[in-house]
């Protein structure tokens, strides 16, 4: 019986080194192949570039990822982009670049805590809630604005493509909003409560953990992030499509936030693993961009990462 628990054990540990070091490993050899395949990948201008366009990505998977440790989920934040980069587009000519920021995050707010309140006072499904509000966001778009805005103020604009301090400006939000997240995991009572209400809510209610107000922050917080990834991507292109902008948007920081892995279900996680989740997306984009491969067999591929994703998070459920 002894040795029988012995073996488990070992396998165990085997399943769990295997699940941590896939990711890193996956990193190393894309990096590797993609450098085989083109030199110019391992460029530290070419890293900038990754950087800059996975910059909204992560500042969404970075709050998404805390949300879904407390085990709620919000598939409303593709429409949200979208939402916000048109609010941005028509409020520009009256309300000036500072009014507009300030007006798109409140908007980025007001909606993530309503969906909070669904949700955490409520009790309603975060999944049915949050596929409503996807749906409902990107219809407001689209009759706010049936035509794509375009020829943003030139100094909103310089978000896009400046750069203070050596590094471009998007870079620089991105970083801002991981160190922010991981501060507040670190070391703000918010973190502990989020991971507590992941591992048992009826627990951590019990121990007076305040159960619905941390969920309504934790919406708040990835509306008003995806509020802010809205404004960066309308900076970088100068357009705001209000019928493609921030589509799929919610199954990209899925992906890379299954593949940081926090598990669907909540309860444990890391935000640099995160990060290297959005890393890896970003160099598979950028990698199959640079082998001129077609944007159909891009789409592909990134379902079959999706895929692999859900199935690493199996393997932790499973171990857990």
């Known amino acids: 019986m002894s040795q029988a628990n012995d073996k488990s054990v070992d396998t165990m540990n085997i399943g769990a080194s295997f699940t941590a070091a896939a990711l890193p490993a996956a990193i190393a050899f894309l990096a590797l192949y993609f450098f085989y395949k083109s030199p110019v990948f391992l ?58 920021v300030v007006l798109v995050l409140v908007v980025g707010l007001a909606i993530g805590l309503l969906n909070g309140f669904l949700v955490g006072v409520l009790s309603m499904s975060p999944i049915i809630v949050t596929l409503g509000a996807l749906t409902l966001m990107r219809g407001l778009a689209q009759w706010l604005s049936p035509s794509p805005l375009f020829d943003f103020p030139e100094a909103f604009t310089f978000i896009g493509y400046g750069r203070l301090l050596g590094l471009p400006i998007l870079t620089l939000i991105m970083l801002t909003v991981l160190a922010v997240g991981l501060f507040v995991m670190a070391r703000t009572p918010l973190g502990r409560h989020t991971v507590a209400i992941g591992v048992n809510e009826r627990a951590a209610y019990l121990v007076g953990i305040r159960v619905k107000l941390t969920v309504m922050l934790l919406y708040g917080a990835v509306g008003m992030s995806a509020a802010l990834a809205g404004l960066m991507t309308i900076a970088r292109i100068n357009s705001a499509p209000s019928g493609t902008l921030g589509v799929g948007v919610e199954l990209s920081v899925l992906t890379a936030v299954l593949l940081g892995g926090v598990p669907f279900t909540g309860g444990r996680g890391s935000l640099l693993r995160v990060a290297l989740g959005v890393w890896l997306l970003g160099m598979l984009s950028n990698g199959l961009i640079l082998m001129n491969v077609p944007t159909t067999a891009s789409l592909m591929i990134t379902g079959l990462v ?6 690493l998070d199996v393997l932790r459920t499973r171990r857990g």
């Open 306 to 311: 999706l895929v692999l994703a859900a199935a």
């Open 43 to 100: 460029t530290f201008n070419n890293w900038i570039s990754i950087s800059v366009q996975i910059a909204s990505l992560m500042t969404i998977s970075i709050p998404f990822a805390i949300l879904l440790m407390a085990g709620k989920v919000d598939l409303s934040v593709g429409s949200m982009v979208g939402l916000s980069g048109v609010v941005a587009g028509l409020s520009f000519p009256n309300l000036g670049i500072t009014g507009t």
